[in-house]
Nanobody, 116 residues
Framework: QVQLVESGGGLVQPGGSLRLSCAAS????STWIMRWYRQAPGKQRE???????????NYVGSVKGRFTIARDNAKNTVYLQMNGLKSEDTAVYYC??????????WGQGTMVIVSS
């Protein structure tokens, strides 16, 4: 059973920073492609960032240059460093992966509110 647990959300002022973490269970974590998604109030869930097994990263255009995804395979954890936060970044952030026979797993989400 794969479990994903996000943390690090909270209230931050515009222009501020947060670092989200997603702790995963599973000895094969290093083989998983990890993604961050977000869902703003009243909107559909959107993909934010991805990191491959090899550590290659890609981002949705709206966060490029502000967000950085990283992974620590020794800690079974993926991070999302968010800088220069804007009100439109307010959302619940989820980590996601497909593992063990291409089964999709999601965390419970962590809320990020960007407001003055």
């Amino acid at each position: 059973q794969v479990q994903l647990v996000e943390s690090g959300g909270g209230l931050v002022q515009p222009g501020g920073s947060l670092r989200l973490s997603c702790a995963a269970s599973g000895s094969d974590f290093s083989t998983w492609i990890m993604r961050w998604y977000r869902q703003a109030p009243g909107k559909q869930r959107e993909w934010v960032a991805v990191i491959t097994r090899e550590g290659e990263a890609n981002y949705v255009g709206s966060v490029k240059g502000r967000f950085t995804i990283a992974r620590d395979n020794a800690k079974n954890t993926v991070y999302l460093q968010m800088n220069g936060l804007k009100s439109e970044d307010t959302a619940v952030y989820y980590c996601q992966t497909r593992a063990r026979g291409n089964v999709e797993y999601w965390g419970q989400g962590t809320m990020v509110i960007v407001s003055s």
